[in-house]
C-alpha cells in the first residue's frame, strides 16, 4: 500500500476520533454540538474504525438506535466502495485500461 494511503488513513481517523472527543466534550459542558451526519461523514470517509473505537472508549453515540444504524451502513457503504476499488484495479490490466 502506498506510503500516502496509509499517512490518509491515518489522518483521517485521527480526525475522526478527535471530532467525536468534541463532540463528547461538548454535550458534557452543554455547548454547541457536532452534526451526527458530520461524524457519519467521517466515518464513510474512511474513519469508521476510529468512530468505532471513540463510541467504546469515550461512551458516546452507542445507545441511540438510529445513529447505530446510519453508522454500520456508513462502514457497509465503505467497505463496499473500497472492494469495487480493489476489484476495478485488478480488472483494469484485463482488459487492457
Keep these: 500500500m502506498p506510503t500516502i494511503t496509509l499517512a490518509a488513513a491515518f489522518a483521517i481517523n485521527a480526525t475522526t476520533f478527535f471530532a467525536y472527543w468534541?463532540?463528547?466534550?461538548?454535550?458534557?459542558?452543554g455547548?454547541?454540538?457536532?452534526k451526527e451526519d458530520t461524524?457519519?461523514?467521517?466515518g464513510l470517509a474512511g474513519g469508521w474504525p476510529a468512530a468505532r473505537l471513540a463510541q467504546q472508549v469515550l461512551r458516546h453515540k452507542t445507545i441511540k438506535p438510529s445513529f447505530q444504524t446510519t453508522y454500520w451502513v456508513t462502514?457497509?457503504?465503505?467497505?463496499g466502495a473500497l472492494?469495487?476499488?480493489l476489484f476495478w484495479e485488478?480488472?483494469?490490466?484485463?482488459?487492457?485500461?
Design 39 to 42: 461524524l457519519h461523514l467521517f
Design 90 to 97: 485488478r480488472l483494469k490490466p484485463l482488459l487492457n485500461l
Design 22 to 29: 468534541l463532540d463528547k466534550h461538548a454535550a458534557r459542558k
Design 83 to 85: 472492494c469495487g476499488y
Design 31 to 34: 455547548q454547541w454540538r457536532t
Design 75 to 79: 462502514v457497509w457503504v465503505h467497505l
